[in-house]
C-alpha cells in the first residue's frame, strides 16, 4: 500500500489558528502532510520566507507526520514530485469555496490522479485571514489569538 500523502500549499504569511486546525484535523486521514509553502516572484511579503517557514515548525513542533517545505511553479507539479496524491485546502465561506472549486476543477483536469480535499474551518475561527491578521500586526494590533499558540512573532 502507498502512502498517502497530502500537500497543503499556502502563502502562510502568516501560519493562523484556522491553518492549524485545518491541518490537526486532516492529521488522521493521511500518513503524511508536506505543509508547502508556494513562492510568487509576483507577490510581496510581509514575512520573510524563512520566518514563515520557522513559524510553521513551531506550531506543529513534535508532529511526526507534518513537515514543511518550499516550492514554486504549480501544485500539481510539487504533488508529482514529492509523490503526493492528495491536495488539502480549507474553506473559511462561499467565496472561498468557488475559488478552491475553480482550482480544484482545473487541477483536476491536469492532473486527474492528485485528488484535493476540501475541509471547513471550525466556525469559530472562519473570520481569521492571513490579511486581516498581517492587518493587525502591521497596525501595532495583538494578533496573538489569531496564532498557533507555539508561534511568537518576537
Known amino acids: 500500500m502507498s502512502k498517502k500523502t497530502a500537500v497543503f500549499p ?7 489558528k484556522g491553518h492549524e486546525d485545518i491541518v490537526k484535523r486532516a492529521l488522521p486521514l ?4 508536506v505543509i508547502a509553502i ?3 516572484s509576483t507577490k510581496n511579503y510581509f514575512f520573510p520566507l524563512e520566518k514563515r517557514r ?3 515548525e513551531a506550531a506543529f513542533t513534535g508532529e511526526q507526520k507534518i513537515r514543511t517545505d518550499i516550492y514554486d511553479g504549480l501544485t500539481i507539479d510539487y504533488c508529482r514530485k514529492i509523490k503526493a496524491s492528495f491536495i488539502l485546502r480549507g474553506l473559511r465561506n462561499p ?4 475559488f478552491e472549486k475553480s ?5 483536476r483536469a491536469m492532473a486527474p490522479d492528485i485528488e484535493t480535499v476540501l475541509f471547513l474551518t471550525a466556525p469559530e475561527l472562519s ?4 490579511t486581516i491578521v498581517r492587518d493587525i500586526i502591521r497596525n501595532g ?7 498557533p499558540v507555539r508561534v511568537k512573532l518576537k
Open 38 to 40: 508556494g513562492q510568487n
Open 141 to 147: 494590533g495583538d494578533a496573538s489569538p489569531f496564532l
Open 10 to 16: 499556502g502563502s502562510f504569511d502568516p501560519v493562523t
Open 54 to 56: 520557522a513559524f510553521i
Open 95 to 98: 467565496a472561498d469555496f468557488e
Open 30 to 33: 493521511f500518513d503524511e502532510i
Open 127 to 130: 473570520a481569521i485571514s492571513s
Open 103 to 107: 482550482i480544484a476543477q482545473m487541477n
